[in-house]
């Protein structure tokens, strides 16, 4: 079990040795990632206020142009990775082609890509209600020191070295695993330190909570609609209580708490759902196997799919274990 109190810094030191032929580079990565997540909160908090400062002109304090919160957010993690050098490339859910870093320096031995979605479920940010990033974390295939090419970024996500998430939420917390488990840090604003508040997180093995967008049910697959036919019956535990954010990491990081399961499933209007495979479902389903859940696009296992495409989508079953078998079992009628 792990030290409450530990702080993130503390606590990434303290477990480089997981791997044994460590640089210290996936250190230095994941404390970039912690900073720009203090900046982004930072911006998040204001987000209301910003409005009212930015009515005249749309022109900030600082006489900058005002930035919509999601390309700001992508700008602060881009910008923090690529000027401390530690990746060779970024892909980001904001930007249509990834980036190289360095590409020309023949010093750049960086090893790793960084996967992105800066700002999930950035329409909520209108209305104050949680937001989050997700981050990805893969070794890149081709030779260090060589300009990234598509390949490194087109990993099957068992290939993740880690993957984490910030909720923006009550309090703002950073979750993330290096596959040795998940563990769930929380920032005291006062000081701007993450402090480990939930360690060894783990769903429960099974829940009452489903998090579907039940406003499409026409459009969905039978199994899907049986699925949630089978949430409200009463019976046993059931039924069991909806509750949809309609912001990702937040009805995930609630439902690896409580116990429940996240559906987002392929229907007549998105032959493929919505949620990003490479931005959203890989990071997600990597935590979510490591603390004991489960995740799978109806049929099999997120982590095993070779994406074809950056930005494609995929349907997505995840949370408790035996909430998403259940799931399954509808969906293979
Ligand atoms: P985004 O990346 O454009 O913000 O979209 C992803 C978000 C998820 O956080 C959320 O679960 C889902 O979209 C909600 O979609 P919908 O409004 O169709 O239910
Ligand atoms: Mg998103």
């Known amino acids: 079990m792990e030290k409450r109190n530990t702080t993130l810094g503390e606590f990434i030191i303290e477990h480089e040795s997981y791997f044994p032929y460590s640089t210290g580079e996936l250190s230095k990565l994941i404390n970039a990632l912690r900073l720009a997540a203090k900046v982004v909160n930072y911006e998040v908090n204001k987000a209301g206020l910003v409005d009212i400062l930015g009515a005249a002109g749309d022109i900030n304090v600082q006489g900058e142009n005002q930035q919509k919160l999601d390309v700001l957010a992508n700008d602060k993690f881009i910008r923090t990775l690529s000027n401390r050098e530690i990746v060779c490339g970024i892909a980001s859910e904001e930007e249509e082609h990834f980036i190289t870093i360095n590409s020309n320096d023949k010093q750049n031995r960086n090893k790793y890509v960084v996967l992105i979605d ?20 893969y070794r890149r295939v081709t030779p260090v020191g060589t300009p990234v090419t598509m390949e490194d970024f087109l990993q099957p996500g068992k290939n993740q070295v880690a993957a984490g998430y910030i909720v923006y939420g009550t309090s703002t917390m950073l979750v993330y695993t290096t596959g040795h488990g998940v563990n769930g840090f929380t920032l005291n604003p006062a000081i701007g330190t993450f402090y480990l508040s939930h360690p060894d997180m783990e769903f429960p093995e099974t829940g009452n909570i489903y998090s579907v967008n ?53 229907s007549s209007i998105a032959s493929n759902g919505k949620l990003r495979l490479l931005y959203e479902c890989n990071p997600m389903a990597l935590i979510a196997e490591q603390a004991n859940g489960k995740a799978s696009d109806g049929f099999g296992r997120i982590l095993d799919i070779q994406p074809k495409e950056l930005h494609e989508r995929v349907p997505f079953f995840c949370g408790s274990r035996k909430m998403v078998e259940k799931a399954e079992e509808f969906m293979r009628g």
């Open 118 to 137: 800066p700002l999930d479920g950035s329409s909520n940010i209108d209305v104050n209600v949680s937001v989050g990033t997700i981050f990805s974390i």
């Open 214 to 266: 039940e406003g499409n049910y026409i459009h969905f697959p039978q199994g899907v609609k049986s699925y949630i036919k089978y949430c409200q019956m009463e019976e046993g535990e059931r039924p069991y209580t909806s509750r949809y954010i309609g912001s990702l990491v937040s009805d995930f990081h609630r439902n690896m708490i409580k116990g429940g399961i996240y559906i987002y499933p392929k």
